[in-house]
């Protein structure tokens, strides 16, 4: 994975290259549009951005 700018990230997926926000942005993006599917969902992404942070940066 490649940063493209500060809040996305790229991957490869199936040999095509894809560009998405990086998931604290998803969960300011889903706190912002407050929908009860996009609730309900924000504690496992909280915790799953904690986890996330415990880990060694790769390069």
Do not use: Y
């Not at 997926?13 to 993006?29: H, K, P």
């Not at 549009?33 to 790769?58: F, S, Y």
């Amino acid at each position: 994975m490649a940063r493209a700018d500060e809040h996305t990230i790229e991957v490869e997926l199936a040999e095509i290259r894809v560009v998405a926000l990086d998931l604290a942005r998803v969960i300011q993006a889903k706190e912002f549009a407050g929908r009860p599917k996009d609730v309900a969902v924000l504690p496992i992404l909280r915790a799953t951005l904690e986890e996330l942070k415990k880990r060694p940066k790769v390069p």
